[in-house]
């Protein structure tokens, strides 16, 4: 089965309240850099962070990660982004999922999750919206609901934004957004 890329339902865009991402292979290319005192470092594109500022900023939509990893790695980019709740260590992402939801108070129905391994099938089944990059695991691609033409840590995210943006106050959004800080 191919890729699902065509634009979805412009009623269910407007419903997203809560953009929940995962991290290794969403929000970054999945390859992992250690630095000489064995401490572990990631490369997250500035697009996307603009992106997701945007999304805030201008249509409201509320932004969580969900990680499988630990998320002290991704903490200090998440607070330059405003980005909470950040849940880590989760092995079961269909629960956290579910658990992020009632801790921002915005349910299943107004939530949309981007994940590329089958460990996130779990929690892209639960979402309204299910999304992926566009180099996810072929698991992945023929389960969800939209690909992003681009590929994690490469554009992907902010392939979502822009469509929700699209869908919810037109893109490009008006000028007065401040630039993501990093």
């Not at 989760?90 to 949309?112: D, F, N, W, Y």
């Not at 981007?114 to 892209?124: E, K, Q, T």
């Amino acid at each position: 089965m191919a890729p699902r890329s065509r634009k979805p339902p412009r009623e269910l865009l407007r419903r997203i309240r809560l953009v929940v991402l995962d991290v290794d292979g969403t929000l970054t290319d999945g390859r992992l850099f250690y630095g000489k005192e064995g401490e572990a470092l990631k490369a997250f594109d500035v697009r996307d962070g603009h992106g997701l500022r945007l999304l805030q900023h201008h249509a409201g939509i509320k932004v969580a990660v969900l990680t499988g990893r630990r998320a002290d790695l991704v903490q200090q980019r998440c607070r330059e982004l405003s980005i909470e709740p950040v849940v880590g260590s989760s092995r079961a992402k269909g629960s956290a999922l579910q658990q992020i939801c009632e801790e921002v108070g915005i349910p299943r129905a107004a939530t949309a999750y981007m994940g590329d391994d089958v460990n996130d099938l779990p929690a892209l089944r639960l979402a309204a919206f299910s999304c992926a990059p566009a180099d996810a695991a072929p698991e992945v691609l023929r389960e969800v609901r939209w690909v992003a033409p681009h590929r994690a840590g490469r554009g992907a995210v902010r392939d979502l934004c822009e469509l929700l943006l699209g869908a919810n106050v037109g893109w490009p959004p008006p000028e007065d957004t401040p630039a993501p800080q990093g």
